[in-house]
């Protein structure tokens, strides 16, 4: 069926905030975007309603919802805060004639595509090819990772926990760093040290390394020390992220042959961007032995959208509508 619809609503939906806009299905513009504490409303259906009527959109009928937990069927229920709800039932009970709801991380996958110039800037060389596998992973509370294919002239998302396998440590300091996080967790997976919290757990690990009784920081603050150049442990924390950022960025780009390019989405990476562009990213995603030069033909880009959940789940609504 041809997509005739012209406008829609979608969401962005965190354990902190919900994100709405209205968005243009023909040009993917969002505009009438508001944000709204989760804890305000008894639950999605509320906010989304509440949304409809503040900005005036109770006439748009097709809504996609990205939300930060899996999306496995119609029961869906928030890993890091209690909304659940039918899938069918919050259609029906909201008069929808389509609502589509996925992994957040799925709506950054189907981003990609639509990105601009002005959304994304390149770190090193390589030249991406649309039509071949792309990944994308993104730190932020956690650590975020997918791939999106090209099939017959759609994209097909391929969404995972690539943020929990093993973590491997290739340094004497990263050694040190595993050690000290396997004592505490057990196992030590890449979302330990590639997200908020594992910033924060590198700093405490590299004071310890360098016998510094220093008081735990949060990782705002650790990067805006490094972003000022006052803390030399600050600035090896935040080097020490990007290069093994660049490791597992590296790993995705092998995994499925991403010549379609290697995203980088997330929170922190684009306010530590100048940081970023000096570290050891680009030579640690090109360091795969045998496969270096693999690796260097792939683009790596860091993704400056300010809401690619929004625009991925328009551009998975249009071409919902367009199948």
Not at 21 to 34: G, T
Not at 47 to 63: F, I, T
Not at 269 to 290: I, V
Request: with cysteine.
């Amino acid at each position: 069926m041809a997509n005739t619809v012209d406008y829609a609503i979608v969401a962005d939906i965190g354990g902190t905030n919900a994100r709405f806009s209205r968005v243009n299905l023909n040009s993917l513009n969002l505009d009438k975007v508001a944000v709204y504490p989760c804890a305000t409303f008894a639950s999605l259906a509320d906010a989304l309603a509440h949304y409809q009527q503040e900005q005036q959109l109770s006439n748009l009928k097709h809504v996609a919802i990205a939300i930060a937990c899996p999306v496995n069927g119609d029961s869906i229920s928030m890993t890091n805060f209690h909304w659940n709800f039918s899938v069918s039932a919050m259609q029906q009970q909201l008069g929808l004639e389509r609502l589509l709801v996925m992994n957040d991380f799925t709506a950054v996958a189907m981003s990609l595509p639509a990105l601009t110039k002005n959304d994304k800037v390149q770190l090193g060389n390589g030249t991406a090819q649309s039509h071949l596998p792309m990944a994308v992973l993104g730190a932020g509370t956690g650590l975020g990772v997918a791939h999106l294919i090209s099939v017959n002239n759609q994209f097909i998302p391929l969404p995972g926990e690539g943020g929990h396998v093993d973590w491997a440590a290739q340094t004497e300091q990263e050694w040190f760093i595993q050690q000290v996080l396997r004592k505490e967790y057990g196992h030590v997976s890449p979302e330990r040290v590639l997200s908020g919290p594992g910033l924060e757990a590198i700093y405490r690990a590299l004071a310890l390394h360098r016998q510094l009784d220093v008081a735990p920081l949060s990782a705002g603050e650790i990067g805006s020390l490094a972003l000022q150049g006052s803390s030399e442990l600050a600035s090896a924390t935040v080097a020490q992220f990007f290069a093994s950022l660049g490791s597992i960025a590296g790993d995705l780009a092998l995994t499925l042959s991403a010549f379609g390019g290697v995203y980088v989405a997330g929170g922190i990476a684009p306010k530590l961007l100048p940081l970023m562009a000096a570290s050891d990213f680009r030579t640690r995603f090109e360091a795969k032995g045998r496969f270096s030069a693999f690796n260097r033909q792939i683009a790596t880009y860091i993704v400056t959208a300010p809401q690619p959940g929004l625009l991925g789940a328009a551009v998975y609504l249009k071409q919902s509508l367009a199948s």
